[in-house]
């Protein structure tokens, strides 16, 4: 594993609020928002003539707006041609990709400020629209025909997982509950509601049509009621990530050129990817991710560190087994071991390691393209010490870690933040 | 006997469309892969051949699906008719997915990893009249 050849710093990070954006905001002014909001965190300000490429992570615009090419087309929108632009894609890791490409490109020497972004718009379309256009990430010659949808396949790794290791559904709905609790302290987030906010607001509604209140005991009742409706066999609809629409920005720059923008540069000391057999069945093994580790091994080699001296972390909750699963590819606990550590509230945000303080895919919203930025727009406001309402860790953040799955776990970048 | 067929894609998909379930023996190590493969990945063997699989196996995962693709939704499965999607491990080793028929969908809880499947080939009437054939298995 090689180093990087000159060091990468994040300089500045933003992004859009959010949520259900369509037609309100399309693409172009997502990814403006999300620009515009980035520039306003680059603590010496930035221009695009500093700017020398721009990589936009975006799965599937092709599908959900009937619109390709989208490099150039965000570029543009900031003045940034004729320079480079280009699209990424690695299903729900899109961002991701571009963000480690931009690494790449800076450590290489041949640019030293990218623009990294990542922009989906997904609920221009149906619902069924969405879910065939997600079942492309898996396969569609051999998965699609035997009804494999995005939650289907994590539902069947979630069944072998509950079968190896006796994990529970109780233990998936206490990732739900902890990911509601921190996207309630995120202005950005699609979903700033805690599951008892959203318990009480339900409850509102059934007395206001007259229908009989549910005597849920407490979030856990909730969520093993019939008010919490079965999608995929374990997984029910708040174990679901959200549809949604979003962009995210991040501006990467040289170690010669960052001390121009700010004296708090953020830097990346590992980057790692992997991949996996598009096909769940294709793996041989269902109850992990075999990209996950091996992007997780590179990046752990590159910056020195283990999954010990990591202090936060932002997994790729598409799904809540998908957030359990990423503490143990992640090497945070042993296989089989993250429930327990869940249950005792390791994770939560005054717990000793924190994991998506951001509200996860769970409750800030899974743009797919745009989750690998979102999430290094998180880890850099936690590390700066600045994310919004009660949402900062109590403790100074010198080390952090981003997961960002593509498909069923057939693309990971994971990426390794250092003060 | 030995099929002289290329294996290709459209090749496997109309062996299974004529109701067999085939797949590939590296000549060289003697791995089995379903879909099968031109090119061995345990040993980079191009020495391939077709085999006719047992179609027996084991369930290694699955879901009842509520919120289906179109192509299921088309056939008929909704929230209140769920299908259940599986892995199937086959008994020469590989792994393949298929829609698990002969169970009860609305109840997962009944549904058991490792419970001894076969194949069965499924019927679809698409519009016009043509007969699609997927994969799918049955608990034996
Ligand atoms: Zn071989």
Redesign the interface.
Same mark, same amino acid.
């Given at each position: 594993m090689g180093k990087l050849a000159r060091k990468v710093a994040i300089i500045g990070a933003g992004m859009c609020k959010f949520g259900r954006n369509f037609p309100l905001k399309r693409n172009p002014d997502m990814w403006v928002d999300a620009w515009i909001d980035a520039v306003n965190r680059v603590d010496n300000g930035i221009e695009p003539k500093d700017i020398d490429a721009c990589y936009v992570g975006n799965y599937s615009s092709d599908l959900f707006n009937h619109q390709g090419h989208l490099g150039p087309q965000m570029a543009n929108l900031v003045g940034l041609t004729p320079k480079p632009a280009a699209r990424f894609e690695g299903a729900c890791a899109s961002s991701g990709v571009a963000f480690r490409q931009g690494i790449l490109a800076i450590a290489s020497g041949v640019h030293d400020i990218v623009a990294i972004s990542g922009v989906e718009c997904m609920t221009e379309v149906s619902?069924? /629209?969405v879910?065939?256009t997600l %079942?492309t990430a898996s396969?569609n /010659?051999?998965?699609?025909? %035997? +009804?494999?949808?995005f939650? +289907? /396949?994590y %539902? %069947?790794?979630?069944?072998?997982h509950f079968?190896k290791y006796g994990t529970t559904h109780d233990d998936l709905k206490r990732i739900a509950i902890k990911n509601h609790e921190n996207g309630k302290e995120n202005p950005y987030a699609q979903m700033q509601q805690s599951l008892k906010e959203i318990m009480a607001s339900k409850i509102k509604k059934f007395e206001s049509q007259g229908r009989d209140i549910p005597d849920w005991k407490d979030e856990m009742d909730f969520l093993g009621s019939s008010s919490n409706?079965? &999608?995929?066999?374990?997984?029910r609809l708040f174990d679901c990530s959200l549809v949604t629409d979003g962009a995210a920005c991040v501006f990467l720059a040289a170690e010669d050129v960052a001390k121009k923008y700010t004296d708090t540069p953020i830097w990346i000391t590992g980057s790692g990817q992997g991949s996996a057999a598009l096909? /769940?069945?294709?793996r +041989?093994e &269902?109850t992990g991710f075999i990209a996950a580790r091996e992007a997780a091994r590179q990046a752990y080699e590159m910056s020195g560190l283990g999954p010990k001296d990591i202090q936060i972390a932002e997994v790729h909750d598409c799904f809540t087994i998908a957030e359990l699963i990423a503490l143990e590819d992640l090497g945070f606990y042993e296989k089989g071991k993250a429930a327990e550590a869940i249950k005792n509230g390791e994770t939560k945000r005054d717990g000793i390691r924190p994991i998506n303080t951001s509200g996860g895919l769970k409750s800030k919203g899974h743009p797919v393209g745009a989750t690998g930025a979102a999430m290094a727009v998180e880890t850099f406001k936690q590390m700066r010490g600045i994310a919004e309402r009660n949402r900062q860790v109590k403790f100074d953040v010198e080390k952090a870690l981003t997961h960002n799955l593509g498909g069923s776990g057939a693309t990971c970048v994971v990426t390794i933040y250092e003060k | 006997m030995p099929e002289e067929k290329e294996i290709t894609v459209q090749n496997y998909l109309d062996y299974i469309n004529n109701k067999k379930l085939m797949g590939s023996k590296c000549k060289k190590c003697g791995t089995f892969d379903v879909p099968p493969r031109k090119l061995c990945i345990k040993c980079n063997s191009t020495d391939m051949e077709w085999v006719e699989m047992s179609g027996k196996g084991k369930i290694a995962a699955f879901s009842c699906i509520g919120v289906g693709t179109s192509f299921m939704v088309n056939k008929g499965y909704s929230m209140k008719k769920p299908y259940c999607f599986s892995v199937i491990e086959l008994n020469e080793g590989p792994m393949i997915s298929g829609q698990l028929v002969g169970v009860d969908e609305t109840k997962p809880d009944d549904i058991k990893i490792n419970t001894p499947v076969q194949v069965t080939f499924l019927e679809t009437e698409l519009q016009g009249g043509e007969i699609r054939v997927d994969l799918g298995f049955e608990p034996v």
């Open positions: 619902t069924t /629209l879910t065939d %079942a396969d /010659l051999f998965e699609y025909p %035997a +009804g494999a949808t939650p +289907g /396949l %539902a %069947a790794a979630a069944s072998a079968h409706p079965m &999608i995929a066999s374990p997984l096909s /769940l069945h294709d +041989g &269902i | -």
